[in-house]
């Protein structure tokens, strides 16, 4: 189904419950959160680094405020979230001391997240019921000796919040220790995009720079919620619609956010909300290879293909244009669930549009055919000629702050041979090109027994894995695991190793008693100033000097000074020499210059490949089963519905930390509700609020209040974390990426 926008149905409509996304209650959670803690998060506002929250990059040398091109006012709620959070008080030494492990356990995210700050190290022991106090000789002498074993047998899991420099280090230590078991929440998160990117383009990340995404005159947004997870993105589409430029929303469900939003950064936004999709398709959930296909087929139908393009600087065109003129439109159709009138509609906005920028999050990367959803938006980039120009391109829009600056570091079970023998130079010996494991090979690898010691630098492993029980298994067989946090979350509480588990304190960004850098989705390197911390007393370190002092423990002398690595000015200097495009940091403790990654942004035609030609791959159209209940061993008359599960974050939330229970844009008032199409619902003979039970692939949920929503027909949506309990979705090879957004589940009355 597409839906022309004009006009909209307003409030009052049976679907919505409010009409537009951002706006009132957006400044009234900012002015809560600021009136809660007042000056100090006026100052760490103001403060000189990178916004914690999401990859927009908000914030950095000219103060908080401030976005790269250095125009204020650019801070959303979302960052005073995540400010306000890291603000609490101590969680205190012996806080662990008075609840035992079965009690912590009991805690939602939500409420872990309320102890307060991690302030002490502490430990928990085999066999113990709880997490006592533990002094840094100890802490560091228990890692040494759990990271002395068979380096393939050592590994670690990181999340994007950490800096630059201490990323370097952790992938430094491990892969001159021999191992390439560098994990990352990324695993979870964009590794389509990049491994897509990278053998299209020769570069994993977007192409499209700020004053790009504003040249633009069509933006197609595919799989992203952006009012809530990536805000300030929204006002540069607001940008596109008021200069007379089409927005094509691509989202299975529909997003009050994305028809209409209030933007706090204009009066008449925020007085009468901006509409953003010209045009909202809703494809099937995991269909959107079918859906790219259609618009490319009706694009070479109606003659509009960048003909001389394709022939100078792509390869495989060919074969790509053959597939998609032999796909039959039937089958589109059928696979994506939109009519063809409706696709043809929306690729003459794109036929007719001089710049087209094409941006995706989760909802294109999270699928068993994650990669090929990549290549697909990539061809049709490439079919129209917008790649390799100013003002056009491929925009994967990245989640964690510095989710893209661990990629960059060599962060990555999958490392690029140009930092491997960079490393190898300084390092002077060969590095191993045994493959790593990524996320859900590790989780895996642990369940067998083959790891012994995993580092945790940040995240949360426990929660954001599919299959929870399987994870607090297999994390149950590893001898020693060490969480570097922030904050305690229910990871810590159910992802215990089997000898010591270790949970460290550590700074924040704001807090770091150094200089450190991050990079944003736009590739744009951003100077975080030193910082102190609210909290006294409180025993932290750096994330940097923890790993400094654990690589000096593994490593001694040689062949670096791995002591002088607490010296980030020094590991910048590391890094101008060792990762590529990264040459100017080593500049920037002189000139506090803030610069963009070299060879990212593509303006001309000669791409990152061997041949400077950009690389077409074919995309086969995915085999969508529709869920049957009698799949999940139902075969009575008893009222109940499978459907496909989309799992998503709610407002009010980052990744598996639950800020606040509801998510008032799509009218879920707590945690555990099933948002369904009203006649999905009536098709079970179930009523708006009922309670049931959803049974996924490992689990189930009871007691789950059902809300009426715009899904498509035939797909539902509930949130992550919690839903990790029940799924377990298949994973895309190439780049281990689970299907988070496409789960068979069977929604029903016992
Ligand atoms: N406030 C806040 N900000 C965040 C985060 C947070 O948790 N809270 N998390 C950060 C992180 S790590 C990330 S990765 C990003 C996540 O940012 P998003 O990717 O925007 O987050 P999701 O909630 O996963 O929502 C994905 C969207 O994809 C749609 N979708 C689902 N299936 C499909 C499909 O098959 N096709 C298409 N076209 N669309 C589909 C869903 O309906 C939903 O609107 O946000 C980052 N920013
Ligand atoms: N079902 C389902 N599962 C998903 C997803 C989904 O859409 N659906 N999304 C996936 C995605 S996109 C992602 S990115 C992952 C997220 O997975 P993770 O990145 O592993 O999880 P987070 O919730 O972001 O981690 C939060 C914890 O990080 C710690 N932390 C915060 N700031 C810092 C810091 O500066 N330093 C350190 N050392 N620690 C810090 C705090 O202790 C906090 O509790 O989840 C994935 N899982
Ligand atoms: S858009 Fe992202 S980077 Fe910018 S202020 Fe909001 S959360 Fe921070
Ligand atoms: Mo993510």
């Not at 990859?55 to 979230?81: D, I, M, Y």
Request: with cysteine; proline share 6%; net charge positive.
């Amino acid at each position: 189904m597409a839906r022309v926008l004009k006009p909209y149905p307003a409030s009052g409509s049976a679907v919505f419950k409010i009409s537009r996304g951002g706006g009132l209650p957006v400044l009234l959670y900012w002015a809560e959160k600021t009136l809660a803690h007042r000056t100090l998060l006026w100052q760490k506002l103001n403060h000189k680094s990178a916004c914690k929250s999401c990859a927009w990059g908000t914030g950095g040398q000219k103060g908080g405020f401030f976005n790269e091109k250095r125009e204020p006012l650019q801070r959303c709620a979302k960052s005073v979230e995540s400010i306000a959070a890291d603000l609490q008080g101590p969680v205190g030494r012996d806080c662990f001391a008075r609840m035992d492990l079965a009690r912590l356990q009991e805690l939602s995210s939500m409420e872990a997240d309320k102890l307060g700050r991690l302030s002490h190290p502490v430990i928990r022991r085999a066999n113990s019921n709880y997490y006592e106090p533990i002094g840094w000789e100890e802490v560091f002498a228990i890692a040494a000796r759990a990271f002395s074993g068979p380096p393939e047998r050592v590994a670690s899991y990181s999340s994007g919040r950490s800096s630059n420099e201490a990323a370097y280090i952790l992938q430094l230590m491990l892969r001159a220790y021999g191992s390439n078991n560098l994990a990352d929440c990324s695993d979870l998160c964009h590794s389509p995009s990049t491994v897509g990117l990278k053998a299209v383009f020769g570069s994993g990340t977007s192409m499209v720079s700020l004053d790009d995404l504003r040249q633009s005159d069509c933006v197609v947004l595919l799989g992203s919620n952006a009012p809530a997870n990536h805000p300030r993105l929204m006002n540069e589409l607001i940008q596109v619609r008021e200069r007379g430029g089409a927005v094509i929303v691509v989202n299975p469900v529909l997003e009050v956010g994305l028809i209409n939003f209030a933007t706090p950064a204009s009066l008449k936004s925020l007085a009468f909300g901006s509409e953003i999709a010209s045009l909202y398709l809703q494809p099937d959930p995991g269909s959107d290879v079918a859906l790219l296909i259609g618009l490319a087929k009706s694009l070479i139908e109606s003659n509009r293909l960048e003909r001389a393009f394709l022939e100078a600087h792509t390869e495989d065109w060919q074969a790509v244009i053959a597939h998609i003129q032999a796909t039959p439109w039937e089958r589109i159709e059928h696979t994506c669930g939109i009519e063809r009138a409706a696709i043809e509609g929306a690729a003459a906005v794109i036929g007719r549009a001089e710049r087209t920028v094409f941006a995706w999050a989760m909802g294109i990367t999270q699928h068993a055919n994650g990669v090929d959803n990549v290549y697909a938006i990539a061809n049709l980039a490439l079919l129209t000629g917008n790649a390799g120009k100013p003002g056009a391109g491929t925009m994967p829009i990245r989640g964690h702050s510095n989710v893209q600056g661990f990629g960059s570091m060599g962060v990555s079970a999958r490392p690029k041979e140009a930092i491997q023998k960079a490393l190898e130079t300084l390092l002077r010996k060969p590095l191993s090109r045994a493959p790593g494991y990524d996320t859900r090979a590790l989780i895996q690898a642990a369940e067998s027994g083959k790891i012994d010691a995993l580092l945790c630098l940040g995240g949360n492993l426990w929660g954001a894995n599919p299959d929870r029980a399987q994870t607090a298994h297999a994390l149950g067989r590893i001898k020693t695991i060490i969480y570097l946090s922030t904050k305690p979350n229910p990871g810590h509480f159910h992802g215990l190793a089997a000898k010591d588990t270790i949970i460290i304190p550590v700074f924040t960004r704001d807090e770091n008693p150094h200089k450190t850098t991050t990079e944003s989705g736009n590739n744009f390197v951003r100077l975080n100033s030193e910082g102190q911390t609210h909290l006294h007393d409180a025993d932290l370190i750096s994330e940097v000097e923890f790993l400094t002092r654990l690589a000096h423990r593994m490593h001694g002398e040689t062949p670096l000074d791995w002591r002088r690595l607490t010296d980030t000015a020094y590991v910048r200097g590391l890094i101008a020499q060792t990762i590529p495009g990264y040459e100017k940091i080593g500049e920037i403790d002189r000139t506090g210059e803030e610069f963009t990654i070299a060879g990212r942004i593509f303006h001309e035609p000669r791409f990152a490949t061997p041949t400077g030609k950009a690389k077409m791959f074919v995309t086969p159209l995915p085999v969508l089963d529709k869920p049957r209940a009698e799949d999940f061993g139902v075969t009575t008359s008893k009222r109940a519905i499978a459907l496909v599960l989309v799992t998503v974050r709610s407002y009010s939330q980052h990744n598996t930390v639950v800020y606040k229970a509801g998510d008032t844009y799509r009218g879920m008032p707590h945690r555990n509700c099933i948002l369904m199409h009203p006649e999905d619902a009536a098709a079970a003979g179930f009523a708006e609020h009922e309670r049931v039970t959803v049974t996924g692939k490992v689990g189930q949920k009871e007691q789950v209040e059902i809300i009426f929503g715009a899904p498509k027909r035939g797909a539902a949506l509930m949130f992550y974390p919690e839903i990790n309990d029940i799924i377990r979705p298949p994973v895309d090879l190439r780049c281990g990426i689970p299907a988070f957004k496409r789960n068979p589940v069977l929604i029903h009355a016992d």
